[in-house]
C-alpha cells in the first residue's frame, strides 16, 4: 500500500482531476517534432528517435532509481530521496561530475507507462519525493507518465534537480506541477560558460530560470519534521579559481530572496575533460592529449558530436592525416583550456565563497548536511 501523502493534496493531483495535467503532457510532446523543450532548440524532430546535444530521442532513458542518502538532508530525511536519474543532458559541462551518465545516452529506453511505473514503485518504496536528477531534455516524457502516474496514488512531492540551464516556456509547463525546484547554478559570466559548460547563454539562461522557479514555488518551506515541503532549493559547486564567480551567484540570489535556500558545496574534483586534463597537466603526457581529442565532443552549429580521430588508414591520404593532425592540435588547446580547473578546490577558497555569501546578505546560504 502507497504510504499517505505527507502534505495533504500535492497540487498536481488537482491538475491531474481537471485534465490540465494530461493537456501539458500534450503541449509538451508537441514541442518534440522540432525540438525546443530546451534552450539549445535544436529543432530535431524526436519522435523519429533522433537526439540533439541532449542525445536522446522520444523516450526517456532512465539509469538508475531509488532511495538516495547522499541529498541535503531537507530531502533525505530517514527514508531517502526517491531519485532517478535520467541518461543524457542538455549541457556538456566539460567538468561534469556524473558524465557516465548524462554525456551519454546510458540507461534502459522507457515507454510514458513504464517510467510512470517507476516514479510509483519509488514511492511504494517509502522515498519522501520523486526527485527527477537532471530531467530539462525530458520534460515532455516526464509530464506524460506523470498524466498517468498521478490518477494511480503518486502523491509524494515532486523535486526537479537541474543544471539549470531550463527554457521558461518549458517550466511554465512544470507550474503547479513540481514543488521542489533544486537548480545546480554553476556560474554567471558568458566567458567560462563557453569555455566549461559550452554554452555561452548559460548566464541569462539560467538567471530567467531560477526567476521563472522562484515565482511558482518561492522560497523553500521546511516542515516540522525537517523535510522540504515547497520551494528553491539552490546548489551551488564551488569551483577552483572562480571564486568571483561564486560572488555573481550569491548577489543575484540574494536578489531573488536573501531567505534563498542555498548549499554552497565543496566538493568539486575534476571529472570528465577536467579529469583527462589533470593526467595530462600533471604528467606531461602526449597520449593525454590524444585521448583528450578522442573523447571531446564538439560544437557544431550549437549541435554536439563526437570527433572521429580514427587514424587514416592510407598512409599516403595527405587530408586524413591533416585532419588527425588538427584533432591533436585541438586536444592541446583544450588541455590548456582546462587547466585551471584541473585540481580540487583549496580550503581559502571555500572559506572566500561562504563569506561572498554572508556579504551578499544570505541567510540561508550554508554547506548543507
Ligand atoms: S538538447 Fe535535447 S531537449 Fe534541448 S533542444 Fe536539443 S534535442 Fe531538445
Known amino acids: ?47 523519429t528517435g533522433a537526439g540533439g546535444v541532449c542525445g536522446i530521442g522520444a523516450r526517456a532513458r532512465v539509469a538508475s532509481y531509488g532511495p538516495h542518502h547522499g541529498e541535503e538532508s531537507v530531502l533525505r530525511g530517514r527514508a531517502g530521496s526517491g531519485t532517478v536519474f535520467f541518461g543524457g543532458c542538455n549541457l556538456r559541462c566539460r567538468f561534469c561530475q556524473n558524465s557516465e551518465i548524462s554525456h551519454r545516452p546510458a540507461g534502459e529506453e522507457l515507454a510514458p507507462a513504464q517510467l510512470a511505473a517507476v516514479f510509483l514503485d519509488v514511492q511504494d518504496m517509502g522515498c519522501h519525493n520523486l526527485n527527477l536528477v537532471t530531467p530539462s531534455h525530458v520534460v515532455a516524457q516526464i509530464l506524460a507518465a506523470l498524466a498517468i502516474a498521478v490518477p494511480q496514488g503518486l502523491r509524494i512531492p515532486i523535486v526537479y534537480n537541474t543544471g539549470g540551464y531550463d527554457a521558461v516556456e518549458t517550466l511554465a509547463l512544470l507550474d503547479g506541477v513540481v514543488d521542489i525546484y533544486m537548480p545546480d547554478v554553476k556560474l554567471l559570466d558568458a566567458e567560462p560558460a563557453e569555455r566549461y559548460l559550452t554554452a555561452r547563454d548559460y548566464p541569462e539562461v ?63 574534483r575534476p571529472c570528465a575533460e577536467a579529469s583527462l586534463a589533470t593526467a595530462d597537466v600533471d604528467r606531461g603526457q602526449r597520449d593525454g592529449r590524444q585521448r583528450l581529442a578522442e573523447a571531446a565532443p564538439r560544437r557544431d552549429g550549437g549541435r554536439v558530436h563526437r570527433e572521429d580521430a580514427a587514424p587514416a588508414r592510407d598512409a599516403g591520404n595527405t587530408a586524413a592525416r591533416n585532419d588527425q593532425t588538427d584533432v591533436v592540435s585541438d586536444g592541446r588547446d583544450r588541455v590548456a583550456d582546462l587547466r585551471s580547473i584541473a585540481r580540487r578546490i583549496t580550503r581559502a577558497e571555500f572559506g572566500a565563497a561562504l563569506d561572498a555569501a554572508r556579504a551578499a546578505g544570505l541567510r540561508r546560504a550554508a554547506r548543507s548536511p
Open 1 to 47: 500500500m502507497r504510504p499517505p501523502s505527507r502534505t495533504g493534496r500535492p497540487s498536481y493531483v488537482a491538475l491531474s482531476e481537471s485534465g490540465e495535467l494530461g493537456r501539458r503532457a500534450q503541449r509538451a510532446a508537441r514541442l518534440l517534432a522540432a525540438c525546443e523543450l530546451c534552450p539549445r532548440r535544436c529543432g530535431v524532430d524526436r519522435t
Open 206 to 268: 539560467v538567471r530567467r530560470a531560477m526567476t521563472e522557479m522562484q515565482r511558482q514555488v518561492g522560497d523553500l518551506v521546511v516542515g516540522a519534521d525537517g523535510l522540504a515541503v515547497r520551494g528553491l532549493l539552490v546548489r551551488h559547486l564551488v569551483m577552483p579559481g572562480l571564486v568571483a564567480e561564486s560572488e555573481q551567484v550569491f548577489a543575484f540570489l540574494a536578489g531573488l530572496s536573501p531567505d534563498t535556500f542555498v548549499n554552497v558545496m565543496d566538493q568539486y
